[in-house]
């Protein structure tokens, strides 16, 4: 079985490793047959594991790259909370007109994805300059969503109905 889990991992073919093993020990189709039906199993478990070494892999890599680069779990639930939370009504003055940037404190900054200024300069015979500023935030569900991942919120909670209170239980069909 053990020859067959090997092939079968490799990427043989059945008809390859049932011709292989009956030419080489002289054993019946049968034999081979449930042999490799015996080894499937195994094979899988050989790729599951693979799987599983190359996801821990994976995580080590990004936890490293995350620690060289400063990226820490609390700076993130930060910047989610900057989206999540953000007022727009920090971006502006009491009368109403745009703060300038420089204004902005660093969780209203924090909140905004751009900021376009377009200026318009009148002729000579008037006065003054004609300025248009457009502002877009992140989207704050996404913050909000992002924030309850990294939390654990809003996972769904498993509920066991015990077998003698089924009378409750409603099924809609559609």
């Not at 190359?54 to 990004?62: G, H, I, L, S, W």
Request: charge should be negative; glycine fraction near 6%.
């Amino acid at each position: 079985m053990e020859i067959c889990a090997d092939e079968l991992f490799i990427g043989k073919q059945t008809k390859e490793i049932a011709q292989f093993l009956i030419e080489t020990y002289g054993v019946s189709r049968s034999s081979v047959d449930k042999w490799i039906k015996d080894a499937k199993p195994l094979v899988e478990e050989r790729r599951q594991a693979i799987r599983e070494a190359q996801r821990k892999a994976d995580a080590a890599t990004v936890a490293d790259l995350a620690k060289k680069h400063g990226v820490e779990l609390e700076a993130v639930l930060l910047e989610y909370k900057k989206i999540g939370f953000a007022d727009i009504r920090n971006v502006f003055t009491d009368t109403g007109t745009m703060k300038k940037v420089k204004e902005w404190d660093d969780a209203t900054a924090g909140a905004i994805s751009s900021v376009e200024s377009f200026e318009v300069v009148a002729d000579e015979d008037s006065e003054g300059v004609a300025v248009t500023r457009k502002l877009k935030l992140w989207d704050k569900k996404s913050g909000l969503d992002g924030l309850c991942k990294l939390l654990g919120y809003g996972l769904p909670n498993k509920q066991e109905i015990p077998i003698d209170d089924l009378s409750s239980l409603t099924i809609t069909f559609k």
